[in-house]
């Protein structure tokens, strides 16, 4: 299982990675984010939409933040813009990085329990597993959001975590 320093250089992974999104998202025309690229979620701004709100989701479970509207089907709506998107998803990067930084060891023992919209019964499972499946559902659905971006013609951003700069920024 994860130590606090993986758990810390994931959470600015998240961070970097989300920043570099935005600004590869940011060069396309507004009208390519709400195309439907035949991908899980649709388009790219209903993708990066559903990864807000389940690190949202996922942190009231965690931390006691307040639990996004919404089941998985509202998830790809929650916000309208993508400026509004960034606003919110630098506000949820800082304070997610802010928790972990914040966290001990002790934090990811033990067993998180929660009520699964998605299987619709309770859910046991490892607190660490938990985390780490955060930052992973990120990564695939960023990867997803990569693949629809070079296909509507924008330039990818670099998603290494080897590359990840060592100093920031992170955010």
Not at 26 to 37: F, G, I, K, Y
Not at 54 to 83: H, V
Not at 141 to 146: I, K, L, T
Request: proline share 5%; hydrophobic share 45%.
């Amino acid at each position: 299982m994860p130590n606090l320093e993986d758990v810390t250089m994931l959470a600015r992974y998240n961070g970097w990675q989300n920043r570099e999104m935005k600004t590869a998202l940011e060069a396309l025309p507004v009208a390519a984010l709400h195309v439907d690229r035949g991908a899980h979620f649709g388009s790219i701004l209903a993708t990066v939409n559903h990864m807000l709100w389940a690190d949202q989701l996922w942190m009231s479970r965690f931390a006691g933040w307040p639990k996004p509207e919404g089941g998985i089907p509202e998830s790809t709506q929650m916000m309208p813009t993508l400026s509004a998107w960034s606003a919110e998803r630098f506000r949820t990067d800082a304070r997610l990085v802010l928790w972990v930084e914040g966290l001990r060891s002790v934090s990811l023992r033990g067993d998180l329990r929660w009520y699964s919209g998605a299987t619709g019964r309770e859910q046991v499972r490892p607190m660490a597993q938990c985390v780490l499946h955060m930052f992973n559902h990120q990564a695939h659905h960023r990867g997803q959001v990569h693949a629809m971006l070079t296909a509507a013609g924008g330039k990818g951003w670099v998603t290494d975590l080897v590359f990840m700069p060592e100093d920031g920024p992170w955010l």
